[in-house]
């Protein structure tokens, strides 16, 4: 069964470095998605991507954060400075539709920032 | 806008009944309901669109009030593996998710 991967599944950084963290949407798949969830909190909506540009973004995707597909397979969150607050796990979702298709999620990556 | 969800939590044994809803104050055109088990990814239960029909999965099942901007999930003698936390999402461009109700079912 197919099913969105992504990489890697935990990782700690210093306060102020960059990460990156991938996924690998499902491949016929054609809008894109990242989430944060704050342990024990709820599932919050980051950014939206479509036909390569960002469809929609929520107030927490502010500059430091950054989406992008630049190869056609993967889809990548950037977080350039990191701060404390952005420790959470992060997920990605892939769907075929828009609004009215089923969200296939990642397993997430928990970002740690120390 | 976030949809609310309540009750915020639900503590049931096998066999018993439970209606989670979901109320949002922005016009709805569809409602998702998605399952997270604890340290997992949500996944996907159903979706209601307007005008359509009441779908079910299992024992689960959900209403669509339009009219009202309300979802209700119900399910129905409980198992041990619908524990997990229960979220409602609604949005057009993007899926926004509800406040989230954990649910635990005890033996």
């Known amino acids: 069964e197919p099913e969105v991967t992504q990489t890697p599944s935990h990782q700690v950084t210093q306060m102020g470095q960059e990460v990156i963290l991938r996924c690998v949407p499902i491949?016929?798949?054609?809008?894109f998605y990242w989430y944060r969830q704050i342990l024990g909190q709820k599932v919050e909506f980051l950014v939206s991507?479509?036909?390569?540009?960002?469809?929609?973004k929520s107030e927490i995707f502010d500059d430091q954060f950054s989406v992008e597909r630049p190869d056609g397979s993967n889809f990548t969150l950037k977080i350039r400075s990191t701060k404390l607050e952005d420790s959470a796990m992060y997920f990605c979702?892939?769907?075929?539709?828009?609004?009215?298709?089923?969200?296939?999620f990642g397993e997430g990556s928990r970002l740690t920032v120390l | 806008q976030q949809p609310v969800q309540s009750p915020q939590a639900v503590i049931l044994r096998e066999g018993e009944d439970a209606v989670i809803n979901c109320s949002s104050s922005?016009?709805?055109?569809?409602v998702h309901w998605y399952r997270q088990k604890h340290g997992e990814a949500p996944v996907f239960l159903m979706i209601?669109?307007?005008?359509?029909e009441q779908k079910g999965h299992e024992k689960i099942s959900a209403s669509f009030n339009e009219k009202k901007q309300q979802s209700s999930l119900y399910l129905t003698a409980s198992q041990l593996s619908y524990s997990g936390t229960y979220f409602c999402?609604?949005?057009?461009?993007?899926?926004?998710f509800g406040t989230g109700t954990r649910l635990q079912v005890f033996p």
């Open positions: 999402g609604t949005g057009l461009d993007k899926l926004i």
């Open positions: 922005k016009a709805l055109y569809s």
């Open positions: 979702a892939s769907s075929v539709t828009a609004n009215t298709g089923e969200l296939f």
């Open positions: 209601l669109l307007k005008g359509g």
């Open positions: 491949s016929n798949h054609l809008y």
């Open positions: 991507f479509y036909n390569n540009e960002i469809s929609e």
